[in-house]
């Protein structure tokens, strides 16, 4: 059986493009795999904890071998249990909506605090890095409301720090199957919007028959 996690960053819900195209993703993939298990970690629902002091003390115990103290080992614990959404997912869906033309803090948050040594990676002096999350697909919806094509004021080529920085994290982490629906001009007029949000909409049913097959 497929298990399913769709990680939101956006907290406009109903009126949210990089949602509604993410749903019609889901809605068709579940359609073709009814007995998928889909699983949903809302970013602005949840409480992320801060990375504070413990969780510092604890990543460098980690890379020391240092045993953790019961605080280390509580704020360490809250990381690994935020860090197994993804580890559970055979497909990852991200709805991602652009802010400032990066990503929504609170998925940055999410990223500082689940992108540690055994959590997400793994390290060797002399191998390098190698990510944790072997053998997963991440589909990743962006929403952006401005006009990123080559001939726009803001072409994606010097602006976009939203989809280059997301796929990077992802190839860090182990993912190299990536997929993306990207929705944009949800800023021009109702008109643009709805056409806009249809037409990924629909690109986005098309992959999930593609992926379900």
């Known amino acids: 059986m497929t298990t399913l996690v769709h990680i939101e960053s956006s907290p406009r819900k109903d009126r949210s493009a990089s949602l509604e195209v993410a749903d019609a993703f889901i809605t068709r993939y579940l359609a073709r795999r009814p007995a998928t298990e889909i699983g949903t970690l ?3 629902g949840c409480e992320l904890p801060e990375f504070d002091g413990h969780a510092m003390q604890a990543k ?3 890379l020391s071998g240092i045993a953790l103290t019961p605080p280390q080992d509580a704020a360490w614990t809250a990381l690994r249990r935020l860090a197994d959404h993804l580890h559970r997912a055979d497909l990852l869906v991200f709805s991602v909506p652009l802010w400032n033309f990066g990503i929504p803090y609170k998925l940055k948050h999410f990223i500082d605090l689940v992108s ?3 959590l997400l ?7 390098g890095f190698d990510g944790l999350l072997h053998g997963k697909t991440a589909v990743v919806v962006y929403a952006r409301g401005l006009d990123f094509s080559a001939q726009s004021i803001t072409p994606a080529e ?3 720090f939203q989809k280059p920085y997301l796929e990077a994290w992802l190839k860090f982490v182990g993912v190299s199957s ?3 629906v990207v929705v944009e001009k949800t ?6 919007d709805r056409g806009a949000r249809l037409r990924a909409a629909q690109e986005a049913r098309q992959l999930a028959e593609t992926l379900s097959d």
Do not use: M, N
């Open 42 to 44: 809302d970013l602005w």
């Open 60 to 62: 460098y115990a980690g």
């Open 116 to 118: 540690q040594k055994d």
């Open 121 to 127: 990676f793994a390290f060797d002096p002399e191998r």
């Open 158 to 160: 010097r602006f976009d």
């Open 178 to 180: 990536v997929h993306a």
């Open 187 to 192: 800023l021009f007029g109702s008109d643009i």
